[in-house]
């Protein structure tokens, strides 16, 4: 089976990283290779990033509210790149009411604050299982 290849990254101006490198250090332990860009990353930045390092997974970490429009120009980026068979993911401070729109322009998943890192390995591994509480 081949080792999943997963981007964390922090887009925007939102400097708190300490979930993001929990979860990569999470699914690093759980087998997978993983690339953290670090915070302050740009949309152009982090699609770019996850072609070079032909990433099977962008996991976007957003805590700042700009969630929506960061998923979006991701997701715009990857669509005129033709890359759209890399999957994309978020974590951090979601509203509920958020979340079936970001479905609607692709995101997989969302995890929220307290997600158990298994619950993303699993959601990962086997993206046909319902991500937790989301």
Same mark, same amino acid.
């Not at 700009?66 to 890399?86: A, G, S, W």
């Not at 929220?112 to 619950?119: K, L, N, R």
């Given at each position: 089976?081949?080792?999943?290849?997963?981007?964390?990254?922090?887009?925007?101006?939102?400097?708190?990283?300490?979930?993001?490198?929990?979860?990569? &250090?999470?699914? #690093? $332990?759980?087998?997978?290779?993983?690339?953290?860009?670090?915070? +302050?990353?740009?949309?152009?930045? @982090? %699609?770019?990033?996850?072609?070079?390092?032909?990433?099977?997974?962008?996991?976007?970490?957003?805590?700042?509210?700009?969630?929506?429009?960061?998923? &979006?120009?991701? #997701? $715009?980026?990857?669509?005129?790149?033709?890359?759209?068979?890399? +999957?994309?993911?978020?974590?951090? @401070? %979601?509203?509920?009411?958020?979340?079936?729109?970001?479905?609607?322009?692709?995101?997989?998943?969302?995890?929220?604050?307290?997600?158990?890192?298994?619950?993303?390995?699993?959601?990962?591994?086997?993206?046909?299982?319902?991500?937790?509480? +989301?």
């Amino acid at each position: 089976m081949k080792t999943l290849r997963v981007l964390i990254a922090k887009p925007g101006l939102d400097g708190h990283e300490l979930g993001a490198m929990v979860v990569a &250090r999470g699914l #690093r $332990d759980a087998g997978m290779e993983v690339i953290y860009s670090g915070p +302050r990353q740009t949309p152009e930045m @982090i %699609v770019d990033a996850a072609i070079q390092e032909d990433v099977d997974v962008i996991g976007l970490s957003v805590l700042s509210g700009t969630h929506k429009e960061y998923c &979006r120009e991701v #997701r $715009d980026l990857l669509e005129q790149r033709n890359t759209t068979d890399i +999957r994309l993911i978020v974590g951090g @401070i %979601v509203p509920h009411e958020d979340v079936e729109e970001m479905k609607q322009m692709g995101v997989g998943a969302v995890f929220g604050p307290g997600t158990d890192i298994q619950a993303i390995v699993d959601y990962l591994l086997h993206p046909f299982i319902r991500a937790p509480g +989301r």
